[in-house]
């Protein structure tokens, strides 16, 4: 092999997704500030819709005196005593309704915003226009919305059932209570975290004048593909994300000796570290997206498939594997 096969043979290496998810949204900041925007807007009516919610319910029963009262005494009785008290005059009918209803109304919002979002993000992302329409990308977070939901409510009703299992005899088995409930809080929550992240890959992968069956089937097949590269960059983003609240913590951990002499200022700040982390894990999420992109192109129907607006004008046309 001569010295110019083998730099052939180098330059012709295909780029790291990672580095290519990266510099994607990097090169293109709205790509970050449109997720910012639907995701913190989607926090915002979610907080105002259970503040909402909340007085409505509680207002006429005028107990914000005896909840401070109770807060105060940190006597996890008596807490317990008054939301057993504040249960009993709502009744169980509004209390079932209230949480059911809200959170189902929640995952709705978040579905709206979610697609709006997701559409906008997916478009500028993808090199051709191809990408799914918004009705197909709408009934993807539909379903993730709606997976949401009703996985709480499935935690719920076992957590609920489980409970009731264990306070059976004249004196509660909190053993038996832990051990029915954490196998349910991992199988759920693992149902949860794997069709979610189907969807959520469905979304980016759909081609235009799919619909989201279609869609769906694209991003199992995609990842079928790939499978040890997909988990290798998710984990490389999860290690990010670990690194980036572990320095969020640890800012609030040495700083909280500022609780004592200023606790406005310290709760400031909480405030701007977790704003600051939130928008970083935002960031670190579309970079996710965009380096899946850049993973599946090559795999994927150079004629239709997924193809990213990373750093195609960054290296020769004969480098890069990705239009």
């Not at 029963?61 to 807060?71: E, F, M, P, S, Y």
């Not at 409970?163 to 038996?176: F, G, K, N, V």
């Not at 994927?300 to 750093?311: E, S």
Request: hydrophobic share 55%; glycine share 6%.
């Amino acid at each position: 092999m001569t010295t110019n096969d083998a730099w052939q043979g180098k330059t012709s290496k295909p780029p790291n997704p990672i580095t290519q998810g990266l510099r994607a949204v990097t090169r293109d900041p709205a790509i970050f500030l449109v997720e910012i925007l639907w995701r913190w807007s989607f926090a915002i009516v979610a907080c105002l819709l259970v503040v909402g919610i909340g007085l409505m319910l509680l207002g006429p029963l005028h107990i914000g005196h005896r909840w401070d009262t109770a807060v105060s005494s940190r006597d996890p009785q008596r807490v317990a005593q008054l939301i057993v008290a504040v249960v009993l005059l709502l009744g169980i009918k509004v209390i079932m309704i209230a949480v059911i209803g809200v959170p189902l109304a929640i995952a709705l919002i978040w579905s709206i915003l979610s697609a709006l979002g997701r559409f906008v993000t997916v478009k500028r992302l993808r090199a051709s226009p191809t990408s799914l329409r918004f009705r197909s990308i709408f009934a993807l977070q539909l379903l993730r919305g709606f997976l949401g939901w009703f996985s709480f409510v499935l935690l719920l009703t076992a957590m609920i059932g489980e409970m009731l299992i264990a306070t059976r005899a004249p004196q509660p088995d909190l053993l038996l209570y832990y051990l029915m409930m954490m196998p349910s809080v991992v199988l759920i929550s693992a149902f949860w975290l794997t069709v979610n992240w189907y969807l959520s890959l469905a979304a980016i992968f759909g081609r235009e004048g799919q619909s989201f069956r279609g869609a769906l089937r694209q991003a199992r097949q995609t990842v079928r593909q790939q499978r040890s590269d997909f988990a290798g960059t998710g984990f490389v983003f999860l290690l990010f994300r670990v690194i980036v609240l572990l320095i969020a913590t640890a800012i609030c951990g040495l700083t909280s000796g500022m609780v004592g002499s200023s606790p406005q200022s310290y709760f400031t700040l909480l405030i701007i570290v977790s704003l600051a982390y939130l928008a970083v894990a935002d960031f670190l999420y579309m970079a996710r997206m965009a380096a899946y992109l850049a993973l599946a192109a090559a795999h994927v129907d150079p004629a239709a498939g997924p193809k990213l607006v990373a750093t195609s004008s960054a290296l020769p046309v004969e480098n890069t594997p990705i239009v």
